[in-house]
């Protein structure tokens, strides 16, 4: 067993004082300062003590011992333990079974966490981070081998007279209960009835029956009555009271046995409190102090202690869960069912630094069984009077105790008490999540209050032990002395008192008797919380570096007889107590009808606790402007992230709209460009067509041609060509010339030419037709070559756009002349056509007029043509755009060129005719 050292020393506060810039900020503490002032001129102003350090045998001397947290130079102190459940999803309906957990597990003892919102706000902290535990657990993790790993070792220190802690934390929904109480199914009982089980496997044949009982926080009294309990409802009550309200749990054994010091006996004792709205209840009661007889059940004359009677319950006796139970049986319930309790004060234990709850029952049980009949009982209560308003959430803290009274069996002298609590908090939440308002509101702030306080007691108790730690690390400054506090290291306060929930603990932290504590965190990482739970994480995080004193087993103080202000309510004069209304409907199942009570519960506060010790306004001040703050701090996140998504919102649509007027500009642009390109394309396709009829009508005279100008002639064709050809290319690529486009359209629908050029490479739809339409034209003229016995020309020299130009020249001429075409035609032919051949048949004659008629676009070798041709050139190289003027107007010029190419070279008529007189 270890021993604790103690400091010769000991820290007294400074009192605390209201700053000008605190007072700026704050005006509640210039009026809490006020106060102050107003009480201290009546009351000699006691000085702001460290309670931890404060023990009144201790002040008797000129130096002090120090308080137990700091003693860091002891070995023996330990680190809270800090264990993490993760839960499973899919449990409740309103789980997202798809969601991606922002948990992930990295070894047995790391997690790390991640916050997959993608939320663009600034955050405090990370997006990942690694939290460290003493385990982790997975969700596939049985409520058996939970309770081995966590609670057994305490259950074990419980019964070797040891004190223990263990309690979860964590959000609303996360599993606390669970883990605490289980589930409904097989082999899901959680840790508190395998606790049970564990206690009772253990103490098999070693219960005792000395008349002793625990009283406040580790003493025990000689009592006179023989048989310790508490009225429990009836089995057939209890069932009927699960009707009411739902719930059974699982009724699972556990078989475990821990070993135990046989030279003792034992009697176990339960307690079981509730801090609900920073007031504490017992959640064992059914005396008339907390619900009597008539004011939990009125009867229809009068009233009894200010409630009115309303209907009496037939067949029900006083208590609360029987009245439930009665109401579960009922055919007619009654209008309005009254149930009353009253709140209990917090005293100070004079043997030791902590606080006890006065008049907290303890109830003796014998067997497992029984204890968990007293458990469910106090469930029951907790849930009418906390958790019926939210059938889905636990709203108080839930500390069970159970004391184990060890008697020597040789001496019995030798008493000892040891504990072991189990506390259910209540999730932690944002009233920003939960939208909660009035009562709710209410209740959330004070469950947050409790759980801030919590953590603050944490971090003050972390920065002393550390201080101390450096103190006594450096030589020379082993002790903090009371006369002269500056010289030695400054601790802070820890703020035990500011909520109920941490005042009860104080005495585990700080006390006499040390023990051990867990903490068990409780995280459903598919829950939206992310923010809750990362805070919840930071919390075991600081927890864990917070050391408890080391357990030690004195011996109980023996008294006598039970003191009468433990058993007995001083007449005060209180305010007026707090009234909630809850709606209780049972039926509608089955054969059984649907049925509605009223319950009004009455919550009275409890007595002053008297002790005489001093309140400091001031710090009470700022702990609920804190408050206030934090509240504030909750509605301006809440506004700023609807802020937030109502500007994203707006955004989103703006940009929509805009993309869909782009959208739309774009569709036209396009769809007018594709218009643009297609009638450029058959623009181009026009003026080839009118070169390839030249070139039909001239293809037969070029076969009679000189060798040479043919050549020469198909050179400068096939260059014009291919300038064209690429130039319709690159026109399809052009889509945005809307002016040239316009105007070339106009230019293709007055022209209705063929064109008898051959050329694949042509890739618009509109050309490919044309294409086809000027193949269907070349065919006619093959048609026309076979008939006349002609050998069909291949492409090129389809192609040979000048090699008939003199004779083009020939025609033009003769038509000023006043010829005809055809007559015209048929000289030539006549003329140029080999002597073997006909010179002209009719057949001929009728195709050589077919092949006219379907020619009938402007020759570009007449005067006329050709001013025509270069007008619309002219046009064409005018509208063009400007990325391809370049291209139209060499293609123009080319064109041009290629026009007047034969003009230069052409010999005079004249000359020609001699030429051809020779010739014959
Ligand atoms: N480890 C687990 N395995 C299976 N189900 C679980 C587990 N943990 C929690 N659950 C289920 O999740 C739900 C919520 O759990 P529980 O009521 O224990 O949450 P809580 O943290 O106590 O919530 P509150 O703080 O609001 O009381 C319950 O339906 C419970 O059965």
């Known amino acids: 067993m270890a021993t604790r050292k103690t400091a010769a020393s000991r820290k007294v506060a400074a009192p605390a004082r209201v700053t000008r810039a605190a007072a700026a900020r704050c005006p509640a503490i210039v009026e809490a300062s006020a106060q102050k002032a107003a009480t201290e001129k009546t009351k000699p102003r006691k000085p702001l003590v460290n309670r931890n350090a404060a023990h009144p045998q201790n002040q008797k001397t000129g130096k002090a011992k120090a308080p137990a947290q700091l003693n860091t130079d002891d070995a023996d102190r330990e680190p809270i333990k800090a264990f993490l459940r993760i839960r499973p999803n899919g449990d409740t309906n309103d789980d997202d079974q798809t969601a991606t957990p922002y948990l992930k597990k ?6 790390q966490m991640t916050d997959l919102s993608g939320s663009n706000r600034i955050r405090l902290h990370p997006q990942a981070q690694v939290y460290t535990f003493n385990h982790v657990f997975t969700p596939e993790t049985r409520q058996s081998g939970f309770f081995t790993k966590t609670t057994l070792p305490l259950v074990q220190d419980l019964l070797q007279g040891q004190n223990g802690l263990i309690f979860t934390y964590g959000v609303t929904n996360s599993g606390k ?56 409802p009836e089995l057939s009550e209890e069932k009927a009271i699960a009707a009411v309200l739902g719930e059974i749990n699982s009724q699972d054994v556990d078989s475990t046995a821990v070993p135990v010091d046989k030279n003792y006996e034992y009697s176990i004792w339960i307690s079981y409190a509730e801090v609900y709205n920073e007031k504490i209840f017992d959640l064992l009661s059914n005396d008339p102090a907390n619900g009597d007889r008539d004011s939990t059940c009125a009867t229809p004359q009068g009233t009894t202690n200010g409630i009115p009677r309303s209907k009496r319950i037939p067949g029900s006796s006083s208590s609360t869960w029987s009245n439930l139970a009665s109401l579960a049986s009922l055919h007619s319930p009654p209008d309005v069912l009254f149930v009353k309790r009253k709140a209990l004060s917090l005293k100070k234990d004079p043997e030791g630094g902590g606080k006890y709850v006065a008049g907290l029952k303890c109830v003796r049980v014998r067997s497992a069984e029984e204890a968990k009949h007293v458990f469910r009982t106090g469930n029951i209560n907790r849930r009418v009077f906390g958790t019926l308003t939210n059938a889905v959430s636990s709203r108080s803290h839930g500390i069970f105790t159970l004391r184990a009274v060890r008697i020597h069996r040789g001496d019995p002298s030798d008493v000892s008490v040891s504990r072991l609590s189990i506390v259910d908090l209540a999730g932690s939440e944002r009233t920003k999540n939960t939208h909660n308002t009035g009562d709710r509101l209410k209740e959330a702030g004070n469950i947050n209050k409790s759980l801030m306080v919590l953590g603050q007691c944490m971090e003050a108790m972390r920065s002393n032990q550390r201080r101390v730690a450096a103190m006594l690390a450096a030589p020379g400054r ?15 306060i820890i703020p035990f008192r500011h909520s109920k929930l941490t005042e009860l603990f104080q005495d585990f932290f700080t006390g006499e008797q040390g023990g051990h504590a867990a903490m068990i965190v409780n995280v459903n990482p598919y829950d939206t919380g992310f923010d809750e739970n990362s805070h919840v994480m930071r919390f075991a995080a600081l927890a864990r570096e917070v050391t408890t004193a080391p357990p030690t087993v004195p011996k109980a103080n023996i008294r006598q007889t039970p003191t009468p202000t433990e058993r007995v309510f001083k007449a005060h004069k209180t305010p007026a107590p707090n009234r909630r209304n809850v709606t209780i409907t049972t039926g509608g199942t089955g ?16 007595e002053s606790d008297g002790d005489g010790e001093p309140v400091d306004v001031l710090v009470d001040a700022l702990f609920e402007e804190l408050e206030d703050l934090r509240i504030k701090l909750y509605e301006s996140e809440m506004r700023c992230a609807i802020i937030e998504a109502e500007t994203r919102e707006e955004v989103m649509q703006e940009m929509e709209e805009r993309m869909i007027n782009m959208q739309r500009v774009f569709a036209e642009r396009l769809k007018k460009a594709v218009k643009q390109s297609e009638a450029k394309t058959d623009a181009k396709i026009d003026m080839l067509h009118q070169f390839g009829a030249f070139t039909a009508n001239s293809r037969r005279k070029t076969r009679s041609k000189p060798a040479e100008t043919s050549i020469e002639s198909t050179e400068a064709g096939s260059e014009i060509i291919s300038n064209v050809t690429r130039n319709t290319e690159d026109s399809d690529e052009d889509e945005e010339d809307d002016s040239l486009e316009d105007s070339l359209a106009g230019f293709s629908e007055d022209e209705d030419a063929e064109t008898t050029y051959d050329d694949s490479s042509t890739q618009s739809p509109l050309a490919r037709k044309s294409h086809s339409e000027a193949k269907k034209g070349s065919s006619t003229i093959g048609l026309l070559d076979q008939d006349m016995g002609i050998d069909e020309m291949d492409a090129d020299e389809t192609m040979t756009a000048g090699a008939g130009t003199d004779f083009d020249e020939d025609e033009e001429d003769e038509e000023a002349e006043g010829s005809s075409a055809v007559t015209e035609e048929e000289e030539d032919e006549d003329e140029w056509l080999p002597d073997s051949e006909p010179k002209s048949t009719p057949k001929a004659k009728q195709d050589g007029k077919v092949a006219k008629d379907a020619n009938q676009s402007p020759n570009p070798r007449s005067a006329s043509g050709v001013m025509k041709l270069q007008k619309k050139l002219h046009e064409l190289s005018l509208y063009a755009d400007d990325d391809n003027d370049k291209e139209e107007d060499e293609v123009v010029s080319d064109i ?19 030429t051809r007189q020779k010739k014959y």
């Open 478 to 492: 082993g002790e903090i002395d009371i006369a002269n506090p500056g010289r030695g290291v400054k601790l802070a």
């Open 591 to 606: 054969t059984r009808k649907r049925s509605e009570a009223r319950v009004e519960i009455i919550e009275e506060d409890e």
């Open 177 to 232: 209960t669970y883990t605490i109480q289980g589930g409904t199914e097989k082999d899901t009982a959680g840790l508190l009835p395998r606790t049970l089980d564990v206690v009772f496997n253990s103490l098999e044949g070693l219960h005792s029956n000395a008349p002793y009982r625990p009283v406040r926080i580790s003493g025990v009294e000689r009592t006179m009555d023989d048989d310790i309990t508490c009225a429990l």
């Open 896 to 914: 041009k060129e290629k026009s007047q190419l034969p003009q230069k070279k052409e010999p005079s008529k004249t000359a020609r005719r001699s």
């Open 106 to 111: 990295l070894s047995d003892s790391a997690v």
